[in-house]
């Protein structure tokens, strides 16, 4: 292993939250696709979405439709999980607007620590492309198929 290897690992251990030393593991074959998804699995919400500062910019425990990309990322990694994806698109059909795709920010964020790219003034925001894009080309990468995909797919095509 190169030194800079080495070092990185060594800060991973050291000082990431448990599911980025899980992902390292399971990238350099010590750690199990299991492993990888147990961590994920204690930042998903009853509701089926994924919160609790998966995406770490902010700090909210409500599932918000940025940690639903980066939960599909991480389930991409570990060649995905089908129930999880499944609860996740349930998850988005409760918040995706009359357009077909989701907000970028829900205003539940208002309740928690955050940086400043993360606020919102409206109650009810549009749709936009970015998280919609990314989750919906995660969601058909890892075969998934859902009836959110078919709104949201429509939404994208008319944003580009």
């Known amino acids: 292993m190169s030194n800079l ?28 696709r ?3 998804l147990a961590a994920l699995l204690g930042y998903q919400n ?9 995406e770490p ?19 991409d990694e570990i060649d995905g999980e089908f129930e999880v994806a499944r ?5 988005l059909e409760t918040i995706t607007t009359d357009e077909g ?8 964020v208002r309740d928690a620590p955050r940086a400043e790219w993360w606020n919102t003034d409206s109650d009810a925001p549009p749709a936009t492309i970015n ?18 995909l078919e709104r949201a797919t429509a939404f994208c095509w008319r944003q580009i």
């Open 87 to 91: 609860r996740i698109c349930d998850f």
């Open 34 to 36: 299991q492993q990888v």
């Open 5 to 32: 290897l080495e070092s990185a690992q060594t800060f991973i251990v050291n000082n990431a939250r448990l599911l980025e030393r899980q992902r390292l593991a399971y990238l350099l074959g010590s750690g199990s």
């Open 46 to 54: 009853p509701d089926g979405g994924f919160g609790n500062a998966l």
């Open 101 to 108: 795709g989701v907000p970028f920010v829900l205003p539940t």
């Open 131 to 148: 998280p919609t894009a990314g989750i919906a080309g995660l969601l058909y990468k890892q075969g998934v198929e859902h009836r959110w």
């Open 57 to 75: 910019d902010k700090r909210t425990s409500t599932s918000q439709p940025i940690d639903q990309e980066l939960a599909l990322r991480v389930l």
